[in-house]
């Protein structure tokens, strides 16, 4: 198959994934409650060849990847619409809290190992401070 080949139906394939209906997808209703469904789509895609050279041979290669991330949820209740999103409303408490125990660990080691430094120096202290026995 041609690189040009290759190319079109990774392509071919990716819209078909990435089509609208997957960022909004199909309502689910529940009583006199509607769900409608938010994604976010990402694509990469990546394609090569090389050569025309009768004694190494020619290559060609293609790429990709889909990744579909909910984020949130259309909520439908008689007139009334609202965003449910799915993610903390503010990204930046998200990170603190998700390096909050790595923080805590080190804060911890450091004072750890500055009470140890701080009882040897007394306990040298204390040492140098004894008259010698003759």
Do not use: C, W
């Amino acid at each position: 198959m041609a690189l040009a080949d290759i190319i079109k139906t990774a392509l071919d394939q990716m819209q078909y994934i990435a089509k609208t209906e997957t960022v909004i997808g199909e309502p689910i209703v529940a009583g006199d409650v509607t769900l409608i469904p938010v994604s976010r789509v990402s694509i990469g895609f990546a394609a090569g060849g090389a050569g025309k050279d009768e004694k190494l041979g020619n290559g060609a290669g293609t790429g990709g990847g889909i990744h579909v991330t909910p984020v949130a949820f259309i909520v439908v209740t008689g007139e009334k619409v609202q965003v449910q999103p799915l993610e903390p409303a503010d990204p930046i408490l998200s990170k603190v809290l998700s390096v909050a125990p790595d923080i805590i660990t080190n804060v911890s080691k450091y004072f750890t190992t500055r009470n140890k430094k701080e009882r040897k120096a007394k306990k040298d202290d204390g040492k140098k401070e004894q008259p010698a026995r003759e």
